[in-house]
């Protein structure tokens, strides 16, 4: 079965950012309010309850963020998903680990071939033998995922799906899919809610219904 996700269409044209509350250092820099903040969480809290279903009662799990986009994606549905482990009489074990990459580009022009390091995090052996989560801000072209899940292999986790709040429609896609899918958005540059450019935007207020947003990478100027 192909993976259900909300459809953001190419001409989405988001929200008006004067109809919400943006912080004063951003206001200049961004462009239309475009995936409201109640609507993630909405989606977040389903995408909980699938995994839930497909991972079954029987075993714990082990949930990996990748950093730094996907911490508040990873916190938020690892919420909804220790409220569905309350409230039932069939619940799981879950801890989480952490890894931070770093991809970068190699070789010259028509031969480059990405490279991803890791550059922090827990030891992977922590994955040996068991089912794993691996919990993702945004697939753009895939690559970073395809050879991240060829690292994890090495550990010979039991079972290994991956949760994307996002994936991106681009051109430049190898074609990777993960198992569960959020939102997948138009080929437009989307920051907020952890997502970043050069590290700004990450710091859009949590508890506001506005803090993602979308802009053409060439068009945003960092403060
Ligand atoms: N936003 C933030 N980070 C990203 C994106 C994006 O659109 N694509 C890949 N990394
Ligand atoms: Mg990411």
């Known amino acids: 079965m192909a993976t259900d996700y909300v459809k953001i269409s190419d001409d989405e044209k988001g929200y008006d950012l004067s109809m919400f509350c943006v912080p004063k250092h951003y206001e200049d820099d961004l462009e239309r309010v475009y995936i409201p903040h109640g609507l993630i969480m909405d989606r977040t809290e389903r995408l909980a309850r699938n995994i839930v279903n497909d991972f079954g009662y029987e075993e714990p799990i ?33 801890s989480v680990d952490f890894i931070r990459l770093k991809s970068y580009q190699v070789g010259q022009n028509d031969q480059q071939t990405g490279k991803i390091q890791v550059i922090g995090g827990d030891n992977l052996e922590n994955l040996r033998g ?3 989560m ?14 991240l899940l060829d690292l994890v292999k090495d550990y010979e986790p039991k ?3 991956v949760v994307s709040l996002l994936v991106k429609r681009t051109p430049h896609s190898v074609g990777y899919r993960p198992e569960y899918i959020g939102f997948e958005v138009p080929n437009k540059f989307v920051v907020g809610y952890a997502l970043d450019y050069n590290e700004f935007f990450r710091d859009l207020n949590p508890r506001l219904p506005n803090d993602t947003f979308t802009k053409y990478a060439s068009e945003i100027k960092p403060p």
């Open 62 to 94: 082990v949930a990996l963020c990748v950093l730094k986009g996907g911490y508040r994606f990873f916190g938020d549905l690892l919420n909804y998903i220790s409220a569905l482990n309350r409230n039932t009489d069939r619940s799981f074990q879950m």
């Open 130 to 132: 068991k089912n794993v």
């Open 159 to 161: 079972k290994v799906r």
């Open 134 to 147: 691996i919990v993702e801000d945004i697939i753009d072209t895939g690559k970073t995922m395809l050879k």
